[in-house]
């Protein structure tokens, strides 16, 4: 039973690119949620995706957007990246909606730096 | 809004020893408390949750936490760690229905020492 995977493993960019990261959910989950991880911090909710619609979103900028597909897996689209975008992007997965929501998988993360 | 407080950015414990993690929540009401772990290049791993009930949780790898309404602390336990257990450690909550995400911690360094 594969777990949450994310793509790709690492990344760098150049300040003012756009940059798109993917997600696959665990096998049985449909909803998605991604969090962005500074150095030395914990993780901060970006958004999180329900029947391919964004439910909520965190404390971001409209630069970050997001998708998913009705195989449930997800993108994160960050444009006009900034330096302070550098981070750990981590996905995770969860089942439903409510309480179980909360009950995330997440994966390994994408590296992204930013120069 | 909501925050979470790990006290100790770091903390070295000998093999064999007990071990706690401090977490303090702030916010109004009872929320959803969760410890994750998370080992270099790994994603986050859950350890424990609680969301209502017995106030005393038990966990994956010998992990337990009990949650003190009257301290808003929800600390992590292990009676005897084990040099893998060396790993970041993370208290988070959740106050809405599910859909608002987590809010973490800035996380605990735990240390092994042979």
């Known amino acids: 039973d594969a777990g949450v995977t994310q793509s790709p493993t690492h990344l760098i960019k150049t300040r003012g690119q756009q940059v798109t990261l993917r997600c696959s959910p665990k096998?049985?989950?449909?909803?998605v949620s991604w969090y962005q991880q500074a150095l030395g911090q914990g993780p901060q909710f970006i958004f999180q995706?329900?029947?391919?619609?964004?439910?909520q979103r965190g404390n971001f900028p409209d630069r970050f957007s997001g998708h998913q597909f009705p195989n449930y897996s997800s993108e994160l689209n960050v444009n006009a990246l900034l330096l302070g975008d550098s981070a750990l992007y981590l996905c995770?997965?969860?089942f439903g909606t409510g309480l179980a929501a909360y009950e995330q998988y997440f994966g390994p993360g994408t590296r992204l730096t930013v120069t | 809004a909501q925050s979470v407080t790990q006290p100790d950015i770091h903390i070295t414990v000998s093999e064999g020893a007990s071990l706690e993690l401090r977490c303090n929540y702030s916010?109004?009401?009872?929320?959803?408390l969760f410890w994750y772990v998370q080992s270099p290049g790994q994603g986050l791993q859950l350890l424990l949750k609680y969301f209502s009930g017995d106030t005393l949780v038990q966990g994956i790898k010998g992990f337990e936490a009990e949650f003190k309404r009257s301290q808003s602390s929800f600390n992590l336990r292990k009676p005897s760690v084990h040099w893998s257990d060396a790993a970041e450690y993370f208290c988070?909550?959740?106050?809405?229905?599910?859909?608002?995400?987590?809010?973490f911690g800035k996380g605990t360094h735990l240390i092994i020492q042979p």
């Open positions: 988070a909550v959740g106050t809405g229905g599910g859909a608002d995400g987590l809010t």
């Open positions: 995770a997965s969860s």
């Open positions: 096998s049985g989950h449909d909803t």
């Open positions: 995706y329900y029947e391919e619609e964004e439910r």
């Open positions: 916010y109004g009401a009872t929320p959803y």
